[in-house]
């Protein structure tokens, strides 16, 4: 059974560079589109951008010019990176996997497991 | 992108059907039939409930459902219990290649 797990620092200052983690394990990193999602304090959900295990990405265009989502297929984990963080930056980091929903067809736009989250503080 | 429209929170009494309705644009909702609802409850994580609109993933209880019509999607709970009290969020492809999701609805079962 797939399982994945943030990790990171939970306090990054204003201006620095938020980056985290996520480690697959039960599974193979090398297939799928891998996530990431924030939310912040109280708030909806937010779609950060995705993965895809050759490499290619995609990102929210909110966010795009500040965030970077990269894969270690040999340490099996993808990890963030957004730089140049506010305050409106402080969320939950979830990351997620959109696998097989049905044979052969798995899409990333539908994310089917998830991190448990890790929260992030922007704060000097 | 802008988020999906959801209200802010509905209620039921065990055994009753509630629905949440999910409103976007001709770029999302109304364009595709890709549309997704996540099950949040409190200091977890979302869990995948419906997607293509209508299906369920295996292990989702067929008391949820989905619907689409125009650019509003809609949520339906049946038979309602005590653990579904929750956070829900629907999500939907865009047209830019990204995902949008709702700005979440919170369920209190009565």
């Known amino acids: 059974q797939v399982q994945l797990q943030e990790s990171g620092p939970g306090l990054v200052k204003p201006s620095e560079t938020l980056s985290l983690t996520c480690t697959v394990s039960?599974?193979?990193?090398?297939?799928?589109?891998w996530s990431w999602i924030r939310q912040p304090p109280g708030k909806g959900l937010e779609w950060i951008g995705y993965i895809y295990y050759s490499g290619s990405t995609n990102y929210n265009p909110s966010l795009k010019s500040r965030v970077t989502i990269s894969v270690d297929t040999s340490k099996n984990q993808f990890s963030l990176k957004l730089s140049s963080v506010t305050a409106a930056d402080t969320a939950i980091y979830f990351c997620?996997?959109?696998?097989?929903?049905?044979?052969?067809?798995?899409?990333?736009?539908?994310?089917?497991?998830w991190g448990k989250g890790t929260t992030v503080t922007v704060s000097s | 992108q802008s988020a999906l429209t959801q209200p802010a929170s509905v209620s039921g009494s065990p055994g009753q059907s509630i629905t949440i309705s999910c409103t976007g644009t001709s770029s999302d909702v109304g364009g595709y039939n890709f549309v997704s609802w996540y099950q949040q409850h409190p200091g977890k994580a979302p869990k995948l409930m419906i997607y293509?609109?209508?299906k369920r993933p295996s292990g989702v209880s067929n008391r949820f459902s989905g619907s689409k019509s125009g650019n509003t999607a809609s949520l339906t709970i049946s038979g309602l219990q005590a653990e579904d009290e929750a956070d829900y969020y629907c999500?939907?492809?865009?047209?830019?290649?990204?995902?949008?999701f709702g700005g979440g609805t919170k369920l209190t079962v009565l």
């Open positions: 997620a996997r959109s696998g097989e929903l049905e044979p052969l067809l798995y899409y990333y736009y539908y994310m089917d497991v």
């Open positions: 039960g599974g193979s990193i090398s297939s799928y589109y």
């Open positions: 999500s939907s492809y865009t047209s830019s290649s990204g995902v949008v």
């Open positions: 293509d609109v209508t």
